[in-house]
């Protein structure tokens, strides 16, 4: 079983900066790519960034591009999100998951690809 927990979340405005965390349990963090997805009020979970379980590969949505930067650390056990010049449209409850497959240099986009999540953390931006 593995278990994800994010952290980092807040009430920043517009132009700041938040970097989220995601701890992982287990020893098999390394093996697998990561993601985060975000998910506002009303609105479908998407996709926003992954990076591949050795970290030489990222892979960004359009809106987030330049700004946000995913980033792993296999020893221990965590990714991050670091988020700067955010904007009120990042607004959103934030999760960390896992790729369902090991080892592989595809980033897939699709929720169906990721099998563990977090329980999420909240970034509201302010205007």
């Known amino acids: 079983q593995v278990q994800l927990v994010e952290s980092g979340g807040g009430l920043v405005q517009a132009g700041g900066s938040l970097r989220l965390s995601c701890a992982a349990s287990g020893r098999t963090f390394s093996s697998y790519a990561m993601a985060w997805f975000r998910q506002a009020p009303g609105k479908e979970r998407e996709f926003v960034a992954a990076?591949?379980?050795?970290?030489?590969?990222?892979r960004y949505v359009d809106s987030v591009k330049g700004r946000f930067t995913i980033s792993r650390d296999n020893a221990k056990n965590t990714v991050y999100l670091q988020m700067n010049s955010l904007k009120p449209e990042d607004t959103a409850v934030y999760y960390c998951?896992?790729?369902?497959?090991?080892?592989?240099?595809?980033?897939?986009?699709?929720?169906?690809?990721?099998?563990?999540w977090g329980q999420g953390t909240q970034v509201t931006v302010s205007s």
């Open positions: 990076i591949t379980w050795s970290g030489v590969s990222t």
């Open positions: 998951t896992r790729d369902s497959q090991p080892r592989t240099a595809f980033l897939a986009t699709q929720l169906a690809r990721y099998d563990y």
